[in-house]
């Protein structure tokens, strides 16, 4: 008795295994699961790996029913988070794995990639493009694009500068206005009134999580405005210069009397957070988080955000350049259809069919003048278009602080060592801001890692 | 009175381990600017928007490959594991301790060591981005654990009882079938929960080894996290969705798994 009751457990168990086996097999043919080979086929496929950015899953969402009913290409689209991504393509670039065919990356990855030789050159395609309409491209998105060799490597999906975003009411209830261009001591003078700390209300909110595309890079616009920079033209490091040490101390005081709570693990979700919910009653970040700022299902203080320049020190704008952009790696087989794609992504037809077809506020903005002139467009972003064009096109990716750079890049510098190196700095800066300890001593200790990696390129 | 006191500790104790499952299931029905709330909304209105969002973004290949993977691989460990076993336990073959032992020793070794090798093999024989590929990796990686579990439940079966077979004239496959089979049941049932759990949840092989057309569904899962904008009730969402086969695996077998966790080697 006991034995039959022991079999007749058993067996919903194994049937289990069984049938989940036998459905995974059966469906597998019909769902393309297991397909043999890897970047193999005809040019009627072609794989695409991206970020899980809302625009790329716009993108994936609007794909096969226009982009692949005009040209009969189908495209399957893979989504990872950034790091994944960067060594994923890494990975299947320098193997030649040749998996992908078209990938989103950063304005960082793209020139340095270009000299790897690991992206295809898409000047030549873009200039014999008739309707793609390169001359419309921002400069500044064209110029943080290209390699070495003046040619475009990859074509802006969308693009973002930087600006101070204040909440309206915070400042009408306190009798606070905020200049259209202020200056960082005027954000401070302005935090130490705003913030109510009985009301959990921060002064400002900044980025303190640690990472070069974290903390550094807003931290690095500071210190581009302070006069400072991480090597002057013949890569001298310069980490621990006057310019650069009042900057970090400015920027870590500011978050340490009148910053978030927990700012040393606030990165851009949290900071987005924080201001969305109302907790701060400025934050300087990122054009892009506008949108997310606007939809009412996304914050609570949609409709209440004043919108102005990135503060300045000694230069004129100090806003930074980011973008996203399609790239083709070299080891793709399909480059034409490719580029088919990445034309129809990155064109004003693909701006117009977002606007008509998921809501003009989701139009993937940043990269073309003409996205600007679209009346639809700039009422749904009345409130913050006008300032981002303005800040993209201030943005200036070669000479962004005082002093001449020896390499491209506003809010980092464009070589592979940074990424490591700003982290590492980053992590010692994020000590300060949560601990207190001397700003001083975190910069020796990146001047030390900066001359490392000087060396290198040093002449 | 002490009894009381073991009772009341095992609730906490399972309280405090089923918690973050219940907060994630929770925060699967919040809209993503309640979800991100602090404090954290106990109070919310329920809603299925993340759920349209990731039937929108089709889960279901990923699931299959999933189930491809998990299935076969739960099934061949199963197959090679359960001989394997046999003759280190019940019939040991000489120098059975080396063999035990070597076995063992192939995941002493970092996973991310053997990525290299295994990518640069894998792309020579053309099968990148192929579910087989899969398949045959966690089949490997599973079966050194499968051998030392169902040794262990082997070597619970009384040798009495396998005489007794023997002496009233049944064959090997005869003995297997009615007599030892019945008794390890519960250890195959646990160890093949175990191995397809650890299949399912498999990340690093799968992010590096799969493209578009295999991925499984941890890769599917970590789609959802953004460096813009707020993902945290979708990712719940998806995740919930994700681990629901395994709870179901888990469910059907729960039986078995009291009695075969509790006898054999993970005690």
Known sequence: ?????????????????????????????????????????SDKTITALMVGNPQMEDIAKLTADNFTKQTGITVKFTILPENELRDKVTQDVATQGGQYDVATIGAYEVPIWAKNGWLHELSSYADSDSGYDKGDLLDPMVKSLSGEDGKMYAAPFYGESSFLMYNKDIFAAKGLTMPE???????????????????????????????????????????????????????TPKVNAPEFTDAVKFYVDLIRQHGESGASQAGFTECLNTFGQGKAAMWYDATSAAGTLEDPNASKVAGKVGYVYAPVVKTKSSGWLWAWAWAMPKTTKKADAAWKFISWATSKDYEKLVGEKLGWSRVPAGKRKSTYDIPQYTDSAKAFSDVTLKAIEEADPVNPGVQPRPTVGVQFVDIPEFADLGTKVSQDVAACIANGTPV???LANGQKLAEDVAKKYRK | MRKAA????????????????????LTGFKREQDAASNPPAWLFHPTLDQYRQIFGRNVTPYLLNSLMASGFSTLLVLVLATPAAYALSMRPV?????????????????????????????????????????????????????VWMMRSFLLEVPRSVVEAAAVDGAGLGLTIRKVIGPIVSPGIAATALICFIFAWNEFFFAVNLTATRSGTAPIFLVGFISSEGLFLARLCAAATLVSLPVLLAGWLAQNKLVRGLSMGAVK
């Open chain 1, 1 to 41: 008795m006991r034995k039959m009751g022991r079999r007749r457990r058993s067996a919903p168990a194994l049937a289990f295994l069984a049938g989940a086996a036998t459905v995974a097999l059966a469906l597998s043919g019909c769902s393309g699961a297991g397909d043999t080979g890897s970047g193999s086929g």
């Open chain 1, 181 to 235: 261009r202020p200056t960082w001591q005027q954000v401070a003078d302005l935090a130490a009134k705003a913030e109510d700390k009985t009301a959990g209300v921060a002064g400002i909110c900044l980025r303190g999580l640690p990472g070069w595309g974290e903390m550094f890079a807003p931290l690095t616009t500071v210190v581009n405005t302070f006069g400072g920079t991480w090597f002057d033209k013949d890569w």
């Open chain 1, 440 to 442: 001083d001593q975190a």
């Open chain 2, 6 to 25: 073991w009772t009341v500790t095992a609730w906490a104790v399972g309280i405090v381990f089923v918690f973050p499952v219940l907060w994630m299931v």
């Open chain 2, 94 to 146: 000489g120098k059975w301790r080396d063999a035990l032992f070597f076995f063992i020793s192939t995941k002493m070794l970092p996973a991310v060591a053997a990525l290299l090798p295994i990518y640069l093999v894998v792309k020579q024989l053309g099968m990148l981005d192929n579910i087989w590929t899969m398949v045959i990796l966690y089949t490997a990686m599973n079966l050194p654990l499968a």
